[in-house]
């Protein structure tokens, strides 16, 4: 039985849309619980120079976070339609670069707290083998080379003022109230 498929390029950039909504899926329904159970918990554990500012960050509801995650999604979904359907992937690489690189703060996070964190499971399900597979395709098809991805990375770092700006709006849309 020939389980081997053919993928076009299309759907694998369309793809990343659904890899991109499964983790932040994960984080949106767990992470005001996990935060309520564990917040004392990762203040213990972190250094005291950063205690205060983490404390003011872990109030936040997974409303406030999904409003971060519609804005993350409402900014993507242009780029990958301009990368899956005109073959302009220079800013849609930098969104998966910072992507893939993502992977590695879930696993450091929960390797440094010693403790299941919202979206480590997802991010190395989902995100970590369809970044790379993504990177391996399109290098195959020689649509990108891997100096390309590395030097897309600094421009996917501008996504970051984004991800701060949606959950400072989740913050002032969606009122934050304790249980």
């Not at 389980?3 to 890899?19: E, M, P, R």
């Not at 767990?30 to 404390?55: C, F, G, M």
């Not at 790379?132 to 590395?150: C, R």
Request: aromatic residues 12%.
């Amino acid at each position: 039985m020939d389980l081997s498929f053919d993928i076009t390029k299309q759907t694998l950039i369309w793809l990343f849309i659904v890899a991109f909504l499964l983790h932040d899926l994960e984080e949106i329904i767990a992470v005001e619980y996990w935060i309520k159970k564990n917040k004392e918990k990762v203040l213990r554990r972190v250094p005291a120079s950063i205690q205060a500012t983490l404390d003011k960050k872990l109030t936040l509801s997974s409303s406030q976070f999904a409003v971060a995650v519609l804005l993350e999604l409402i900014i993507s979904i242009p780029f990958t339609y301009v990368a899956a359907e005109h073959g302009k992937l220079f800013v849609f690489l930098a969104i998966n670069a910072l992507f893939f690189l993502h992977v590695f703060t879930h696993v450091g996070q929960s390797l440094y707290l010693k403790m299941y964190t919202p979206g480590v499971v997802s991010a190395v399900l989902v995100t970590l083998p369809y970044s790379a597979y993504l990177f391996y395709k399109l290098m195959t098809w020689e649509l990108v080379t891997i100096k390309q991805i590395l030097f897309s990375i600094p421009v996917g770092l501008l996504v970051i003022p984004i991800v701060l700006i949606g959950h400072e709006l989740g913050r002032r849309i969606v009122p934050y109230t304790e249980k």
